[in-house]
């Protein structure tokens, strides 16, 4: 019958209409998910290759992330803090964000260099214009580290290396 088919032909276009509508709200509502979420918290537990101004190419498992920067740990077991605000390009991000964790918000650069200056660790600071100092920190200041100067892991003799958390590119801790 004639109704029959004009019913079903109105039924399929209700139908077509719905699933676009719907469509267009699952897009619109992932968009907005996804313009909520940052790099790093689809970084932690990702295999990641990032390209750091002054550092070029590093590559390792995200571990910890905080606004300042971001833990990454080899291959070989050895560790390296990026500086988030140094990262030009990442690649391996993972497809959902776990979210930073409220306690890793707070943490910055001179939370990470008490530690650091504690443990007493040789550290490789590679700067965001490409110098490089190797050393153990002395001094934690609010917004820099005094390191004093090493070389094949051994004091050179040379006055304390102050340097701007804001020129850190990288941090590697030496293997003990």
Avoid: K
Wanted: glycine share 8%; net charge neutral.
């Amino acid at each position: 019958m004639r109704w029959d088919e004009l019913f079903a032909a109105l039924e399929y276009e209700y139908d077509a209409m719905d699933r676009q509508t719907r469509d267009a709200d699952i897009a619109d509502r992932t968009r907005s998910a996804q313009a909520q979420t940052s790099w790093l918290m689809r970084s932690v537990g990702a295999q990641l290759t990032l390209r750091v101004r002054g550092a070029g190419l590093v590559q390792g498992r995200g571990v910890r992330a905080t606004p300042a920067w971001l833990l990454l740990r080899g291959d070989n077991s050895t560790e390296t803090v990026v500086a988030t605000s140094a990262v030009v390009t990442m690649a391996g991000l993972t497809a959902t964000a776990t979210g930073l964790d409220a306690r890793h918000e707070r943490l910055g650069w001179t939370h990470a260099w008490r530690v650091l200056s504690r443990d007493r660790s040789l550290v490789r600071v590679t700067c965001v214009d490409g110098a490089v100092v190797s050393g153990v920190a002395q001094t934690v200041g609010l917004d820099y580290v005094s390191l004093r100067a090493y070389d094949a892991g051994r004091p050179t003799g040379a006055d304390e290396v102050a340097v701007a958390y804001a020129a850190i590119a990288t941090v590697t801790v030496a293997p003990r």
